[in-house]
């Protein structure tokens, strides 16, 4: 069964804190992985891929640990416009692909 | 930016009517998908189309569902006979050859 684990949060961080989300997947043939953000009520937007030698966005830096099945998103110096849910993804294909979601972690940045 | 949209934003119906629901790919995408989110719950794939053709499926995506390109650029998905836990947000994806899917902005169904 495919199915990809979050902790469901809130996380309530002060704007400037570092907050680091957790995600497992159950399906060791999964071939890629991203991060998607969601706001209250709207589609899922592509935040970044995740790449096996991790990789890293401005704020957000992304990891992936294949032999525990884990996977990482580290948020530095927290916006308020970062609250939100963030969706941790795997597909199991290469090529087109079927997405699985996690449930996702909300995310609470406070003034 | 190119995006994907989805018509209606909205769609109120009574248990056991038609629902039609659409989606504008964006327009050099070749690969398309259908996905729910039941409120509180996780996004969940239902049907990804390729050339014309169902790809894949899921559990979910059974003979109450169906999904037709009826021309160059929309992408629909009709659910024949709704039910009450059919009450979701209906999100459209495409993609092209590098695998990352866009989202449309959803149809949010309530079926009474």
């Known amino acids: 069964r495919k199915e990809v684990e979050q902790d469901p949060g809130p996380f309530n961080v002060p704007e400037g804190a570092t907050v680091a989300f957790n995600c497992t997947y159950s399906?060791?043939?999964?071939?890629?992985f991203f991060w998607y953000r969601q706001d209250c009520r709207k589609e899922p937007k592509l935040l970044m891929s995740?790449?096996?030698s991790g990789n890293e966005d401005g704020r957000f830096t992304a990891q992936l640990n294949r032999a525990s099945q884990y996977i990482s998103l580290l948020i530095r110096d927290s916006k308020l416009s970062d609250s939100a849910t963030y969706l941790c993804?795997?597909?199991?294909?290469?090529?087109?692909?079927?997405?699985?979601f996690g449930k996702g972690t909300m995310l609470l940045v406070s003034p | 930016e190119p995006e994907v949209t989805q018509t209606p934003s909205h769609q109120v119906t009574q248990m056991g009517q038609e629902v039609i629901l659409r989606c504008v790919p964006i327009?050099?995408?070749?690969?398309f998908y259908w996905y729910r989110q039941i409120l509180g719950q996780k996004v969940e794939f239902l049907v990804s189309?390729?050339?014309?053709?169902?790809?894949?499926k899921s559990e979910i995506f059974d003979d109450q569902f169906s999904v037709e390109r009826p021309d160059g650029s929309n992408f629909t998905l009709k659910i024949r006979s709704t039910k009450l836990e059919d009450s979701a947000m209906y999100f459209c994806?495409?993609?092209?050859?590098?695998?990352?899917?866009?989202f449309g902005p959803g149809t949010r169904l309530l079926v009474l």
């Open positions: 399906n060791s043939a999964s071939q890629s």
């Open positions: 993804v795997v597909s199991f294909n290469s090529g087109y692909s079927t997405l699985t």
């Open positions: 995740v790449y096996s």
């Open positions: 189309f390729y050339n014309n053709e169902i790809s894949e």
């Open positions: 994806a495409s993609s092209d050859a590098d695998e990352t899917q866009y």
């Open positions: 327009s050099n995408h070749l690969y």
